[in-house]
Nanobody, 129 residues
């Protein structure tokens, strides 16, 4: 079974950038995704990528600012976050799932996360104004 470990979180000012990394072992699963959860808010999908990196999905709120990518040689999925805003403050989680998880992925669907069977511990992102 795939295991994932996130890193790269931190504190930045609005307009800054961060790159999150998610190392999967033994290999990247068919569908990899980033989720986030802010205190008092529901978990939401941020971005997802199909194995091979050919197709991606994003939440509307991050389109044009965040980019999900993967390096199969390093078994790593990245989330490049640019022009960060205070509303992006949250714990960010990496998740792994089957192809079905990507096919049904929707940031606006609260059940999207239930279709992923492997989760990391999370990495905190804090954006100050």
């Amino acid at each position: 079974q795939v295991q994932v470990v996130e890193s790269g979180g931190g504190s930045v000012q609005a307009g800054g950038s961060l790159r999150l990394s998610c190392v999967a072992s033994p290999v990247i699963d068919s569908c990899m995704s980033w989720f986030r959860q802010a205190p008092g808010k529901q978990r939401e999908g941020v971005a997802a990528i199909y194995a091979g990196g050919g197709r991606t999905k994003y939440a509307e709120s991050v389109k044009g600012r965040f980019t999900i990518s993967q390096d199969n040689g390093k078994n790593t999925v990245y989330l490049q976050m640019n022009n960060l805003q205070p509303d992006d403050t949250a714990m960010y989680y990496c998740a792994a799932g089957t192809l079905w998880a990507c096919n049904t992925w929707s940031s606006s669907d609260p059940d999207t996360g239930t279709r992923f069977n492997t989760w990391g511990q999370g990495t905190q992102v804090t954006v100050s104004s």
